[in-house]
């Protein structure tokens, strides 16, 4: 999964541009490692993961190195099929842990079809194309988008959707999961929340982001295979929420 750019690479034109060009730099490698780091770890991650490890030891100083650091080294000594299970359990069988970002602000409405509209316009103005088959909201291509297109326009949609990621970071960090890490370095570097934005994330949280069954097929999985919002369907007893899910019903 990769952006397609038709512009050159924004972050090697900034040394002649900003002052600042080494922290800028550093930024967007910063974001590109977690962009690669939320990805399903297919062959071509898991042959890199000393690469990877390095890259993490390499980024500047920051409130969210150590905790790439940390997870780069648990990630490289994780055995293939367990890394790829525990990714597969933690974003694609629970929805509370989702990466798609429209969805925490959105829910199953109409008016998450025009916010990934909104989105995909917003990578082309920029001169970007994103990835075929993945949908523009999902958390790695927006990270790259950022790394791509500098702190200002690039990491405006990771402050818009601010809320769905303390979310998504504290679902990570109530599972006990690793991933908790790259989301917890990610949330460091972006603007904290308000006490406003706080309650609102904790409301959030209890009733779950706003649902309607109409038009929405091609964003999100069947709204009767999943609990509203909240943990997989493995661990809810009562029915209907009893049915198994397999990945491609799961992913968008």
Known sequence: MK???HLRDRAAARPEEEPDAISVQGR?????????????????????????CRAADAL?????????????????????????RSYVETFDLRRRSSLY???????????RGMALLTLKQRYRVAGLTPPEGELPD???????????AGPGTGEAPLRQHRKGLELIRAALRSAGS??????????????????????????LALSGPPAEDVGLAPYGPPLDRLAPYGPPLDEMNAPPYSSPLNEMEVRP
């Open 178 to 203: 690793p991933y908790s890490l790259v989301l917890d370095a990610l949330c460091a570097g972006l603007p904290g929340l308000s006490a406003a934005e706080r309650a609102a994330v904790t409301d």
């Open 101 to 111: 970002l429209t969805y925490y602000l959105h829910g199953d409405t109409r008016r």
């Open 138 to 148: 999902f958390l790695p291509v927006v990270c790259e988008f950022a790394a791509l």
């Open 28 to 52: 967007a490698a910063f974001l590109r490692l977690v962009s690669l780091l939320l990805q399903y770890p297919d062959p071509g991650l898991l042959a890199a993961r000393d690469e990877l």
């Open 3 to 5: 952006l397609r750019t």
């Open 60 to 84: 500047p100083a920051s409130p969210g190195r150590d905790k790439l650091v940390a997870f780069t080294a648990w990630y490289r000594e994780c055995e293939p099929m367990p890394l790829a």
